[in-house]
């Protein structure tokens, strides 16, 4: 078929993204400029938890330059209640009713409560000073015990209280048995704290509303135009045609541009009080404070187990914490349900959970959101292999699931079929060789220097294995339109919106081998509600499959349609037809040739086309995913723990991945390598921190919320396990959330085996330095 | 000067601004004016006056940091420069700057108090004065200086035949401000210790002194022991601050560490100036 | 609030503007000159993506006001590239796949210029600590590190700023 010597995919071609990254020539969202734009600024309570009982906006109207202050009150008139883009992952769970700017109470510090628009951003803070807000404070709801409260004061009246759902143990397999059998039973209480996405990029959006045709047309930085759409139109209460969602370039995500946020919405109502456009982009304080936060969970873990090791069952009661206004949080624990015995044999579960509200930033999707199902299990299994005084990689490759044998699927009826876990294990431990490892360990020990191993495995949904909904899951089918230019170029719409991930480049790859040209000849167009095809956008680390997918299918698609064409043209049969060096010729005689764009303008000649012939050279493809299939992998670090000062450095660290095939070798690596980075940092740097009194939020610059740099992230050592190939034609599957899914508990299980002489246990996976020396008792733990 | 007079607590001198500017867009600081010093050449010199180090107040901490003098005449100074942020704040950054912003976490207010040095303010209305650094810094983010006033050089000693100097800091990442930082000189004669000091950062809201470990060492034998037992003597009277980055136990701690390290560090250098 | 007349040379070209004191360099650049390349990721000097080349020595131009700009040289990420041509940097990043989403990547680049004018060949660790400084949240720097060392080696020529 291929006829071309060069193969695209599975090559690091070079990305098409970057000449324009790299000349500064990109346009982010803060980077859009229309005639007449106007700037705005929020004004946001200081208060985590209060009533306000009256807001002033005289002074702050005087101020030359600005043009309009808007009360919440002022934007309840302009907009719909509802649950905003939170309401695409409710199901079925209860939905408080809130305005878009808060009106009669604050929920958390932050929470907005006007909106300024002025000539200038400075304009627009100066008078947002100016803005009179009168607070009656209320009790704040910090800690899960005051959540939990029935006489704490609810943040949500219409909820009646501070819990939002409690799910009763959901059991499976036999879970009685297997703890009466069990020979011995580990328990543990793990804490994972709070922590966010933090792209380099805050959140922003320009808002165009044009009164003469009462179109919308917005600037984005959103993971999905079509979704960031629906919430404009509905909440602004316009026809879906009226809105129209562009995105240009995206300062990375990670889950948190999803949707329309309740700032966005503001902009768009004031947009279309004013008749002018209106930019606003938050500041790096409002990011860290008010746009999102994930990962706070804590559990309750009881694992049955065998002397020899093996994992009988376990029981889990998991209590998340999903802030103020609804996010992803009380999705969160069906997931975690879903995913955690992993890829191993635990054959019962009882899992309960309990959602609480409190007056923190909103639970939202960061990075493989559900990812606390791998740091728990993956550290009740060292925790298990200390108990027994086992090596951990045994315990897990006692445990781990062998291709081919029984059991076929996890206990909560997911399918294992086709899982490279025991192959991950087995390639760590050649790469690692954890004999000589312990060795050089014992010996650092009578040197007082103190290394540590830690191993982890996991598998991911990428897009996971096929289930009556298809391969994709929930998310539906990926659609894709395909067209041949009257230039002999492959145009392809996507509705995946690149933040980082390169689907320009490797979309084009696909469709470049698939159809028959080469790479620069096809142009990936993303990001535009008008020509995009629906869909959800990227997320989930669904594009690999799905879009890879639906790119191979559709441009093998438009190429049938092409020859078909074709052979109408040359009076010959499709099978005759030869597409290479971006033409059509007939097979065996070169002499009867034509480019591709003079076919794609045949299509466009009255009288040229067959009667048969439907419209355009264009295909809309759809594809549910095909046979899916898991992501996963084992990673393994290398720690060194300076006991003097707390502190710990990432001596090696080490990946085996299975992702399926690969489309973009590069761009796959530097996925897991920042998911990686995220998992370290999360470890040894980042918590969303609040004092649980006031409820005041305490890392909300750069000063306190500490990214990793280059200091602190290591080489990382990257192997491809060969797949199991489940799909006749699309075996691609997601990397993108991995890597922050597995790192955290590979470094906490790699530095609890570093102090392990000192007997320390980690239960929690915050990990700083004066942490680090109150769990070797160093120091004392100071609260 | 003058502007600053007119304008009294309203105004502030802007030297490199990696300090004032932050401030200004996070809005925790709304001087109605900003005197900017960039302009005055003369504050821009290093010159050596004897045996006095002479640093201007504008001199960029980069520059100092590539400044063959400073090496010579003052090698703390030029030990605790690289640990100040990264290159691209330290390009900007001025030696007065941050003297005059007086960080608790900052290294140069301590290596000035540690140094003796002499800071020279300036006002319009009253001429020149010489602040001693023991003088210098009175509190949580405030000197000496009256709001009509600018630091417009520091004079520094170059340091006795035998002395060796050391400064270390642990910090959460490269480049970050101190947790804990501690600056130690030690002067040895006959094999014995003639002078020791020892400066700590982060520990308080200034740059103090630990006198306690000051006095155990004066004449002592500089062994490891001795440093140890005056470290952990001079870390019990301290109250450090707990923070998100770590709790006044793990500072008194880290105190207690670093001016071991430094003073052993410090000794090791004096004998080989010796 | 009274203005003040800056005069300075971008991109080795001359500028001017009009501007409040308290305007920094980065919106200067940003919203007067439009030059959008120099990116805001935290505007308190923390995260360096507003990182440009003033007289030569890197400085996070978030953390300098426009008028403290007066007459100086200024190179941001729009001059590294001649007429449309990316220089040897920006090729080396390109070949080692050196970014992702973009947004850090003009302070790089200009951190980077700079570290090579005064180190032409810089060794893993010694990049890593001149980079420490700048924050990239996608790739977890060892492509970016790459890169620098792809660059530095292309043919043993140093990196010069253009001025």
């Given amino acids: 078929m291929q006829n071309i010597a060069e193969r695209f995919t599975g090559a690091s071609v070079k990305r098409s993204e970057d000449p324009r990254i790299l000349t500064g020539t990109g346009r982010y969202v803060d980077d859009v400029r229309l005639p007449g734009m106007l700037h705005a600024a929020f004004v946001r309570s200081p208060f985590a938890h209060a009533r306000i009982t009256n807001i002033d906006v005289t002074e702050a109207r005087k101020v030359p330059g600005v043009i309009a202050v808007l009360t919440g009150g002022d934007l309840d008139t302009l907009t719909v209640r509802g649950p905003g883009s939170a309401g695409m992952f409710a199901g079925n769970l209860p939905m408080p009713s809130f305005s878009i700017l808060a009106t009669d109470k604050v929920r958390l510090v932050g929470d907005p409560v006007a909106l300024v628009v002025a000539e200038s951003r400075y304009l627009a803070e100066d008078a947002g000073e100016l803005v009179e807000v009168d607070y009656e404070e209320l009790p704040a709801v910090i800690t899960q015990e005051q959540a939990l409260d029935p006489a704490g004061p609810p943040i949500f009246e219409d909820l009646g209280g501070n819990v939002l759902i409690h799910s009763p143990a959901a059991t499976f397999g036999d879970v009685e048995g297997a703890f009466a059998r069990a020979d011995r039973v580990v328990r543990a209480e793990l804490r994972q704290h709070r922590h966010q996405n933090v792209p380099m990029e805050c959140r922003g959006v320009v808002c165009s509303f044009d009164p003469e045709s009462g179109e919308l047309t917005v600037y984005s930085a959103t993971q999905g135009v079509h979704v960031a759409r629906a919430g404009f139109a509905t909440q602004l209460d316009m026809p879906l045609e009226k809105v129209r969602v562009l995105a240009g370039d995206i300062g990375g995500s990670f889950g948190l541009k999803i949707g329309a946020a309740r700032e966005d919405i503001a902009c768009g109502a004031a947009s279309r009080l004013l008749g002018r456009p209106i930019r606003w982009i938050e500041d790096r304080s409002e990011n860290l404070t008010t746009s999102g936060q994930a990962r706070d969970e804590s559990f309750e873990v009881e694992a049955a187990i065998s002397d020899q090791g093996d994992i009988l069952g376990l029981r889990v009661k998991m209590i998340i914490d999903t802030g103020s206004y609804p996010g992803l949080g009380g999705m969160l624990p069906e997931m975690v349900k879903s995913m955690i015995c992993g890829p191993y044999k635990i054959g019962a579960l009882s899992f309960e959970s309990t959602a609480v509200i409190t007056n923190k930033a909103s639970y939202i999707a960061y990075r493989g959101p559900w990812a606390s199902e791998t740091w728990v299990r993956e550290r009740m299994i060292d925790l298990i292999a200390k108990e027994l005084a086992m090596e951990p990689l045994e315990v897990r490759l006692r445990n781990v699931v062998t291709r081919g044998e029984p059991p076929l699927e996890t206990v909560t009826g997911r399918s294992l079929v086709g899982l490279t876990s025991r192959e991950s294990l087995e390639r760590i431990a050649e790469l690692v060789d954890v004999e000589a490892f312990r060795r050089r360990q014992a010996e650092a020990r009578t040197h007082g220097r103190y290394l540590g191993l830690g191993l982890a495995t996991y598998i991911e949904a990428a897009p996971g294995p096929r289930t009556p909904e298809g391969g994709g899951g929930v998310l539906g089918p990926e659609q894709m339109r395909l067209r041949l230019e009257e230039d002999g170029t492959v145009t392809v719409f996507t509705s995946q919106m690149p933040h980082g991930q390169g689907h320009q480049t490797t979309l084009a790859q696909i469709a470049a081998d698939e159809f028959g040209v080469p790479f620069d000849q096809v142009r990936v167009v993303v990001g535009d509600t008008d020509v995009v095809p629906m869909g959800f956008g990227t997320g989930g680390s669904r594009s690999a499959t799905l879009a890879g997918g639906v790119t191979l299918h559709g441009a093998r698609a438009l190429r049938a349609k092409v020859l078909e064409l074709a052979a109408h043209l040359f009076e010959a049969s499709p099978q005759d037809m030869e597409l290479s060096g971006g033409g059509v010729s007939v097979r065996g005689v070169p002499a009867r040739a034509l480019p591709l764009g003079e076919i794609a303008q045949a299509a466009h000649q009255p009288g040229r086309v067959p009667p048969e012939f439907e419209g355009d050279l264009e295909v809309i493809s759809a594809y549910d995913g095909g046979e899916g299939g898991w992501a996963g992998g084992t990673h393994a670090a290398i720690v060194e723990v300076d006991v003097d000062t707390g502190q710990v450095r990432v001596e090696r660290y080490l990946v085996a991945e299975d992702c399926g095939v690969l489309i973009n070798p590069a761009i796959v690596e530097g996925q897991v390598r920042g998911g990686v980075a995220q998992g370290i940092g999360a470890v040894l740097l980042e918590r969303s921190a609040y004092d649980p009194d006031s409820g005041q939020f305490l890392s909300s610059t750069f000063m306190d919320y500490l990214l990793p740099t280059a200091c602190e992230i290591p080489r990382i050592e990257i192997d491809h396990l060969e797949t199991v190939p489940l799909d006749a034609d699309v075996n691609f599957r997601g990397v993108g959330e991995g890597g922050m899914i597995i790192a955290p508990p590979t470094v906490c299980n790699a530095i609890e085996d570093a102090i392990s002489p000192m007997g320390a246990r980690v239960l929690e996976q915050h990990l700083p330095p004066c942490r680090i020396l109150e769990l070797i008792g160093a120091i004392a733990t100071e609260r | 000067m003058a502007l600053l007079q007119e304008h009294g607590e309203d105004a502030r001198p802007l030297a490199g601004g990696q300090s004032l500017v932050p401030l200004l867009s996070l809005r925790l600081a709304r001087p109605s004016h900003l005197v900017d010093l960039a302009g005055i050449s003369e504050l821009g010199t290093i010159v050596v006056e004897g045996d006095h180090l002479v640093i201007g107040a504008m001199v960029r901490e980069r520059s100092a940091e590539r400044h063959g003098d400073v090496r010579r005449l003052a090698p703390l100074l030029a030990q605790a420069l690289p640990l100040i942020g990264h290159p691209a704040i330290r390009s900007r950054g001025t030696i007065g700057g941050s003297l005059s912003h007086a960080d608790p976490a900052a290294e140069l207010p301590a290596v000035a108090l540690l140094l003796d040095a002499d800071l020279v303010a300036q006002s319009s209305a009253r001429g020149t004065r010489t602040i001693t650094a023991a003088d210098f810094f009175i509190g949580f983010f405030t000197t000496a200086l009256e709001p009509d006033e600018i630091l417009t050089e520091v004079r520094i000693h170059r340091p006795p035949p035998g002395t060796g100097s050391a400064i270390e800091e642990v910090a959460r990442r490269h480049g970050d401000f101190a947790m804990v930082g501690a600056a130690a000189v030690v002067r040895l004669e006959d094999g014995k210790i003639a002078d020791a000091r020892v400066a700590l950062t982060g520990v308080s809201g200034v740059p103090v002194r630990a006198t306690e470990a000051e006095t155990v060492l004066d004449g002592a034998e500089p062994t490891e022991e001795a440093f140890a037992t005056a470290a952990e003597e001079a870390a019990k009277s301290l109250s450090p601050p707990a923070d998100l980055h770590g709790s006044s136990a793990y500072r008194r701690h880290l105190a207690a560490l670093l001016m071991r390290r430094t003073l052993k560090l410090a000794a090791q250098r004096a004998r080989e100036a010796a | ?163």
Avoid: K
Wanted: glycine share 12%.
């Fill in chain 3, 1 to 163: 609030m009274s203005t003040f007349d800056v005069e300075l040379t971008v991109n080795g070209t001359s500028r001017q503007g009009s501007v409040e004191p308290r305007r920094t360099l980065a919106d200067f650049l940003r919203e007067d000159l439009g030059l959008t390349g120099t990116h805001l990721g935290c505007e308190h000097g923390v995260c360096g993506a507003c990182t440009v080349l003033v007289n030569g020595e890197p400085a996070r131009s978030c953390l300098m006001l426009a008028v403290q700009a007066r007459g100086a040289d200024i190179l941001t990420v729009e001059g590294l590239a001649t007429d449309g041509v990316m220089n040897p940097l920006q090729q080396a990043m390109w070949e080692s796949h050196g970014f992702q989403c973009g947004f850090c990547t003009p302070g790089f680049l200009m951190q980077i210029t700079a570290l090579l004018a005064e180190n032409p060949n810089p060794g893993e660790a010694e990049i890593r600590e001149a980079l420490s400084g700048n924050l990239c949240r996608c790739t977890g720097y060892e492509s970016i590190v790459n890169g620098v060392l792809r660059a530095a080696g292309h043919d043993g020529s140093p990196i010069e700023p253009q001025h």
